[in-house]
């Protein structure tokens, strides 16, 4: 066989085992390590793999040592669900014996290309044990992360869907005694009745366009628009909705403002959203303030922020504010608080602007202090145009 012919399997095994999705352990059969992928170096925190360290001490699991000595043992294929009860995460974990060298490989001289080809020939029926063990760890923390925002999702919107739906049924059947003696209520019925509805199509609305954002599926108008312009359009359409409730809405916009390379439309739906929800748990003689400043650095970057005087976000809210379906504390939103589209909101608008801010490849962040306020702030890559 020529050079040109010759596998190095040594190296392929090793090439195989980096593509692995799981953590990869071979080990001999003194449950020593001899070789790792780089799963499995990041499931142990490790940067290398100690000599002769025992897969016991570099996992300190003896379940696991338990089923690999087993393995070992029996010459089969060993499994067991292994649940890790500090961090209560399960690990399914897999010990089986690999095929081991032939006896035959002797007769090659070391460095030859038969020698390169054969060491790692693999033939069970020359000998009756493996040499070496594979186990493998299939961590199952991002599936049962996963797992969790699912039940979580279906049940937020099993509850945001029920409430309203429930609100309209009982006024549906109050509405059908008093329709023919009280006009007048009738109305006020209807009126109610019409508000729920609008927010179940409201919401509809929003979870369809999240789903679609974070899929990909929305069609992108790129186009350079002014900082300043995407503010002032914001502003003009919430300053009535502002005064209504008695808070300042004001500006701060840096001079010089570039133009930004943005789907118009989308950006300023983000801005809107940040200054409704400052205008809702501000109360009344507050201030919000909306403005832009450029962020310096190896690529410039336009930022946008909303800054109000309102009720603040304890630290648990802050770090799941932008999670679909999520809301502060009721009881801190201004009582009776009507926007724009009818009700409180479903809790998914902050959910949207962070999905359309990534999609522009900007990012977006929260700040807040108890009793203080709150600092929206997003930034966006300028493309110069």
């Excluded at 493998?136 to 099993?158: G, K, V, Y």
């Excluded at 900082?227 to 003009?236: F, I, K, P, S």
């Excluded at 400043?293 to 922020?305: I, L, N, P, W, Y």
């Amino acid at each position: 066989m020529t050079g040109k012919t010759t596998i190095n399997y040594r190296h392929m095994f090793t090439s195989l085992l980096e593509a692995v999705p799981l953590a990869a352990f071979v080990l001999d059969r003194d449950l020593k390590v001899v070789q790792v992928n780089a799963a499995a170096l990041k499931l142990c925190g490790k940067e290398r793999l100690a000599r002769h360290e025992t897969i016991s001490h570099l996992l300190n699991n003896e379940a696991i040592a338990r089923l690999a000595r087993e393995c070992v043992q029996s010459g089969t294929t060993q499994k067991a669900s292994i649940e890790r009860t500090r961090s209560n995460v399960t690990w399914h974990v897999t010990v089986a014996p690999l095929e081991h060298q032939s006896k035959t490989r002797a007769k090659y001289e070391p460095g030859s290309e038969a020698h390169q080809e054969e060491h790692v020939v693999h033939t069970r029926a020359e000998e009756p044990e493996s040499l070496y063990f594979l186990l493998s760890i299939e961590d199952m923390a991002e599936m049962q992360r996963l797992e969790s925002i699912q039940r979580e999702f279906l049940a937020n919107i099993s509850h945001e869907l029920r409430t309203p739906l429930t609100s309209a049924l009982l006024l549906t059947e109050t509405l059908e005694d008093v329709i023919e003696t009280d006009s007048q209520r009738s109305l006020q019925f209807l009126n109610k009745i019409e508000t729920e509805l609008q927010y179940l199509s409201s919401m509809v609305a929003e979870l369809l366009e999240l789903s679609r954002l974070e899929a990909g599926q929305v069609p992108m108008n790129f186009e350079f628009v002014e900082a300043e312009q995407l503010v002032r359009e914001v502003m003009a359409r919430m300053l009535p909705l502002a005064q209504r409730h008695r808070v300042s809405l004001l500006t701060d916009i840096e001079q010089g403002t570039t133009k930004v390379h943005v789907d118009s439309k989308l950006i300023t739906r983000v801005l809107f959203n940040l200054v409704h929800n400052a205008i809702k748990f501000t109360p009344s003689g507050g201030k919000i303030t909306v403005g832009t400043t450029r962020v310096k650095g190896e690529q410039a970057r336009q930022s946008f922020f909303v800054q109000d005087t309102g009720m603040g976000m304890r630290e648990e809210d802050l770090a799941r504010v932008f999670e679909r379906f999520y809301k502060v504390d009721r009881a801190r939103a201004k009582a009776n608080f009507i926007g724009p589209g009818g009700g409180g909101g479903a809790g998914l608008g902050l959910a949207i602007a962070r999905q359309v801010v990534e999609a522009h490849g900007g990012s977006i962040k929260a700040e807040s202090t108890v009793e203080k306020g709150s600092i929206f702030s997003f930034t966006l890559p300028i493309i110069p145009g």
